[in-house]
């Protein structure tokens, strides 16, 4: 079984930051890329940023400049610093995981549980 867990999300006020964790454990061989979607009310869930196993990075237009995304590989971890936060980043902040499974080699596509984000005026 493989499990990702996120931590780090809450309330904070506009112009604030968070810094988003995301651990990956069980039954993996290798992780390739990582990466954070967000889902606010109403709306579909979407990119936020991606980094690869190489350190290779890409990010929504609107999150540019604000956040940045790292990872730790030893440690199977992905982390989402953001800063200048909006109201409008409020969402569920959701993280992902493309790996080969430990046993079988197999490919697949994990998500964490999500972790709440809200930005007041």
């Known amino acids: 079984q493989v499990q990702l867990v996120e931590s780090g999300g809450g309330l904070v006020q506009a112009g604030g930051s968070l810094r988003l964790s995301c651990v990956a454990s069980?039954?993996?061989?290798?992780?390739?890329?990582m990466g954070w979607y967000r889902q606010a009310p109403g709306k579909q869930r979407a990119l936020v940023a991606t980094?690869?196993?190489?350190?290779?990075?890409d990010y929504a237009d609107s999150v540019k400049g604000r956040f940045t995304i790292s990872r730790d590989n030893r440690e199977n971890t992905v982390y989402l610093q953001m800063n200048s936060l909006k109201p409008e980043d409020t969402a569920v902040y959701y993280c992902?995981?493309?790996?080969?499974?430990?046993?079988?080699?197999?490919?697949?596509?994990?998500w964490g549980q999500g972790t709440q984000v809200t930005v007041s005026s």
């Open positions: 992902n995981a493309d790996l080969l499974l430990g046993v079988t080699r197999m490919r697949r596509d994990y």
């Open positions: 980094i690869t196993s190489g350190g290779s990075t």
């Open positions: 069980g039954r993996i061989f290798r992780i390739d890329a």
